[in-house]
Nanobody
Framework: QVQLVESGGGAVQAGGSLRLSCTAS????????IGWIRQAPGKEREFVAR????????YYGDSVKGRFIISRDNAKNTVYLLMNSLRPEDTAVYYC???????????????WGQGTQVTVSS
């Protein structure tokens, strides 16, 4: 079991920045991957970014590439998502999720946080 607690959402104007945090506890070793997935009202879930627990390798969705940075603090068991140059279309509930790698690029997100709202105004 892995428990995830998110924080850091809020409201910001376009062009601003926010940092989300996801603190993990429980079975966090092995081939675990921590990811951020977002969902805007009336839209499907969208992959944002992920980081591998062991080697810190990262991968980003096309819509956030170059603007968002995912990182991990080993000592705090926390994954961060630094969101820069925010746009109104980034408005969504952001979920932290974790799970094992089950293929070359496929992650099974078994564990989810409660979600945190990010609102970007124009």
């Amino acid at each position: 079991q892995v428990q995830l607690v998110e924080s850091g959402g809020g409201a910001v104007q376009a062009g601003g920045s926010l940092r989300l945090s996801c603190t993990a506890s429980g079975r966090t070793s092995g081939n675990l991957v921590i990811g951020w997935i977002r969902q805007a009202p009336g839209k499907e879930r969208e992959f944002v970014a992920r980081i591998r627990w062991t080697d810190h390798s990262t991968y980003y969705g096309d819509s956030v590439k170059g603007r968002f940075i995912i990182s991990r603090d080993n000592a705090k068991n926390t994954v961060y998502l630094l969101m820069n140059s925010l746009r109104p279309e980034d408005t969504a509930v952001y979920y932290c999720a974790a799970g094992p790698t089950i293929g070359p690029t496929l992650i099974r997100y078994d564990y989810w946080g409660q979600g945190t709202q990010v609102t970007v105004s124009s």
